[in-house]
């Protein structure tokens, strides 16, 4: 599951000479970032728990993982980004690095930013322009194995960006970066180009940084906080920063992060204050004891909202779901409200549609059955093709819920009629298992996306493009690639306001009734349970989940 990332719904609708003006009203009040409370006390160790996993990638360029960007917002030092803050204000985009939002040139395709001095690496080095200039090169150099730039199409959105990636050039043309300065010259006007630049993906990376396909695990850091040591697998550290001078909160002396836990054993460490939160999501069986123990969002269990859709995705570039009713059969037969009370209480709400509630486009309708599985249904829309199917290799992770949702959509997939197989993957390789074409999974059980920024493109055209496929860290995992729908996707990408909404809307239809690659079943919330000593628990709008570094402990 991708991280989300939220903004203004009007910065996203309006068009280039417009963002300029909005941008500018919200510079006024972004001289005010401090955040937390009386209760943030400094110093200490924070500990935190990794239930059944471990990050896939600490390198900012090849993490794309929830908890990898939940992790390296605690180090990142991006142009733009959000403060850490609770509600509204934690959703209001604000210049970090940079002095102010940029200025925008009139044909609305050079943006340039001026960044504040002395801002330093850990190591003690300045953060220049050249640093934001090779944040770009690596997220879309062909060293750096198959890009994830790809999967935003950015080598289409600043000049030169595909010839870099065509290996054709040493450096983006379009990026040019002096001193302090540093410009994006773009192929065309982009009023979502500044929200793209709070991902994690263009935190400041040291010029010299070198390119690597596996991932670094070690490197300077501009943010609060930086990677001390990392052992995959194990354990790793995270230390302040010495040089770091902003306003952005750094708490705990460190904070250490202890991976493949068992998730059970994770909350009684926690209830027993040996650990101080798990940065994965508590016990499904759990929550309803801990909501009436602890209360909701009192202190010590706490429940959020998200921008987040969870689905089931099938293989269209393999069969049986390479036919187009197999797939709608199976999303006649997943029983939904049986998935959804496997995640316990306060997990979230129903869906049968990819896009989710606040995302401009969002029309909510019911193509498939919310109230429960309608077996005879899904056997009349896949007629005789069930029964000569070829066995399904079901793929998900080794975690107790994961476990369990499989065993479901299995019952349900066999009272349909289809064969299947069984195939629990680890979760430290089961994106890459998934996300590399040629895969020999059917259908996954485990999936499910969050917005990186706050529009439909960043749903829509960013995981269902197939002209996007490539070798490997595909975001469209479904492998589905149909001339006519990436038509639409154009054509929607190009509009703003209420027919971009609307063109959005038709799309989602489409994807969910027409093609059906996959099975939407919850809008998820997200849940916590922290140790008596935590304080300063600040659940942030960008992440669905607490600042690690606003967190104390005490």
Known sequence: MRRRHLLSLFLLVVGAGMLVAAISVATAGSQVRKSGSAEALKGG????NMHDADFDFVDPQLAYRTDDWEMLYTTSMPLVGFPEKSG????????????????????GKTYTFHIRPGLRFSDGSPVTGAAYRRSWERILSPKMGSPLGVNLALQDVVVGGKAFLDGKAQHISGIKASGNTISFRLTEPNATFVSI????????????????????????????YYIASRDPGRSTVLKRNPYYKGDRPAN????????????????????????DLDLEFTPPNANAQLGAQY?????????????????????????????????????????????????????????????????????????????????????????????????????????????????????????????VNDVPT??????????????????????????????????????FDGRKIQAANNNDYTYFNNAAFNKGLDRAASLSGAARAAAYAKLDHDLIVKYAPIVPYVLPTNTYFVSSRTKNWIYGAYFGGPYLNALSVG
């Open 45 to 48: 160790t924070l500990r935190v």
């Open 88 to 107: 509204a204000a934690g959703s209001q985009l604000l210049p970090i690095a940079a002095t102010a939002f940029p200025s925008v040139s009139k044909d």
């Open 197 to 224: 630049l709070s991902m994690q993906w263009f935190t400041a990376v040291k010029p010299d940084t070198p390119y690597s396909s596996t991932g670094l695990n070690v490197y300077p850091a501009a943010g609060p």
């Open 252 to 275: 705990p002396d460190q904070i250490v992060f202890t991976p493949n836990v068992n998730q059970d054993q994770s909350l009684l460490q926690t209830k027993a204050g040996q650990v």
């Open 295 to 419: 209360g909701v969002n009192k202190g010590r269990f706490f429940v959020g909202s998200t921008s987040c859709v969870s689905y089931m995705s099938m293989n269209t570039a393999r069969a049986p779901f390479d036919n187009v009713n197999l797939r709608r059969a199976v999303n006649f037969g997943i029983d939904r409200p049986a998935q959804v009370r496997l995640l316990g209480k306060y997990a979230g709400k129903r869906t049968a549609q990819l896009l989710v509630p606040g995302i401009p486009g969002y029309k909510p309708f019911n193509a498939y059955p919310l109230a429960g599985a309608d077996v005879v249904k899904a056997k009349q829309v896949g007629g005789s093709a069930i029964a000569s199917a070829p066995t399904l290799n079901i793929v998900h992770t080794t975690t107790p819920s994961a476990i369990n949702r499989a065993q479901v959509a299995e019952f349900n997939l066999k009272q349909v009629g289809f064969k």
């Open 426 to 463: 680890p979760a430290t390789n089961y994106y890459q298992v998934i996300q590399t074409r040629g895969t020999s999974y059917n259908l996954t059980t485990n999936g499910g996306w969050c917005a990186d920024y706050f529009d439909p493109f960043d749903y829509m055209n960013v995981l």
